[in-house]
């Protein structure tokens, strides 16, 4: 990827946990499962904007989950260049 300019899908990824973990204290968490959708390559060095929409929060056997949804834009245009959805463990039971 870096030989093309691009930034890797794995850091990509990342962007969402750190948006995540910046918006609901989790500590320690179990990150759980990871959807994604890439609509464009996003070129190293690229401005970005990390937008989260909370979708579920529940509890299972005494640990309490959270369903979100990441998008990651440009900071400039605006093109989204990937819709990321998670699944935590954002407060583990006896905790």
Known sequence: YVVNGFANPSY???ISNWVLSAN???NP????ETRSQNFAPLAAGTGVIGEMSVKS????????FVDVEVNVFDENS???YT??????IYLLRGA
């Not at 819709?83 to 935590?88: F, K, N, Q, T, V």
Request: hydrophobic share 50%; charged share 20%.
């Open 12 to 14: 990509v990824l990342g």
């Open 24 to 26: 609901i204290y989790m």
């Open 29 to 32: 968490w179990v990150h759980l």
């Open 57 to 64: 929060l529940f509890e299972k056997k005494g640990h309490e």
């Open 78 to 80: 605006l093109q989204c």
């Open 83 to 88: 819709s990321i959805g998670l699944r935590a």
